[in-house]
Nanobody
Framework: QVQLVESGGGLVQPGGSLRLSCAAS????????MAWYRQASGKQRELVAA???????NYADSVKGRFTISRDNAKNTMYLQMNTLKPEDTAVYYC?????????WGQGTQVTVSS
């Protein structure tokens, strides 16, 4: 099972930007389908963005045009560039890796959007 470590969260004002990173262990990162999820306080975890092993991407409607998911297989790292952040983007963001039927999760990183 791959080990995932998120970083890059923090406090940002509305309209600001953050870039999250997800570093993965192991030598087969390129084979994983990767995704970012988030969970706001008192709400269910939801899919934010996903990127396949082939590089295809999809986004939740709420973040389309504002967030960009990417991956660097040479660095075993996935990214989430978040622009024009809104207070409703406040949540713990989790990195997810899927290979076959095996899911792996990171520990999460807090993103707080507030003035």
């Amino acid at each position: 099972q791959v080990q995932l470590v998120e970083s890059g969260g923090g406090l940002v004002q509305p309209g600001g930007s953050l870039r999250l990173s997800c570093a993965a262990s192991g030598s087969i990162f390129s084979r994983y389908h990767m995704a970012w999820y988030r969970q706001a306080s008192g709400k269910q975890r939801e899919l934010v963005a996903a990127i396949t092993s082939g590089g295809s991407t999809n986004y939740a409607d709420s973040v389309k045009g504002r967030f960009t998911i990417s991956r660097d297989n040479a660095k075993n790292t996935m990214y989430l560039q978040m622009n024009t952040l809104k207070p409703e983007d406040t949540a713990v963001y989790y990195c997810n890796a899927l290979l076959g039927v095996t899911f792996s999760w990171g520990q999460g990183t807090q993103v707080t959007v507030s003035s």
